[in-house]
């Protein structure tokens, strides 16, 4: 009975995975000009990318995950530099691949995305999918934690 018991626990908790217990930080790259494949980040958003390291003040932070864009790379630098981490690439369109990269990092992570993968991005990592992004939409954070998404926006 006890064996039964046992192996049917097993199987209702196998389907749950247990929320991460480090934080996932999530956002879009920042202020860019519509219409070209790879564009540098404007003005705004090279400022905004400056206040996101100031927001990472006294916050833990082991890696940084970009795709191979200069507007998500551009995103990332001033954190990664003060920071002195070197942001590790990942491929923008297999989400599941990077929520297992962050999810096994076991540490705080951030993931610069895009607008068609952040929202996805978030939901995967187990917190609730905010609404599609716009090109006009930047500087949303997400900090996504035990099932939870909390967001803030990052002002340039």
Not at 40 to 60: E, H, I, S, V
Not at 128 to 143: M, S, Y
Request: proline share 10%; hydrophobic share 40%; net charge positive.
């Amino acid at each position: 009975m006890r064996l039964l018991i046992a192996a049917l626990a097993a199987l209702l908790c196998a389907g749950f995975a247990p929320p991460q217990a480090a934080p996932v930080y999530v956002t879009r790259h920042y202020d860019t000009p519509a219409g070209e494949r790879d564009p540098d980040l404007l003005p705004a958003g090279t400022a905004r990318a400056d206040k996101l390291a100031k927001w990472f003040r006294g916050k833990k932070l082991a890696a940084i995950y970009v795709s191979d864009f200069k507007r998500t790379r551009q995103t990332a630098a001033p954190l990664a530099a003060i920071r002195g981490i070197v942001p590790e690439p990942y491929d923008p369109r297999d989400t599941p691949a990077i929520v297992a990269r962050a999810r096994a990092a076991g540490k705080p992570v951030l993931i610069v995305g895009h607008s068609n993968t952040v929202p996805d991005l978030v939901q995967q990592l187990g917190g609730q999918r905010p609404a599609d992004l716009k090109h006009e939409d930047f500087g949303d954070l997400w900090t996504v934690r035990g099932g939870k998404a909390k967001h803030v926006k990052i002002e340039p």
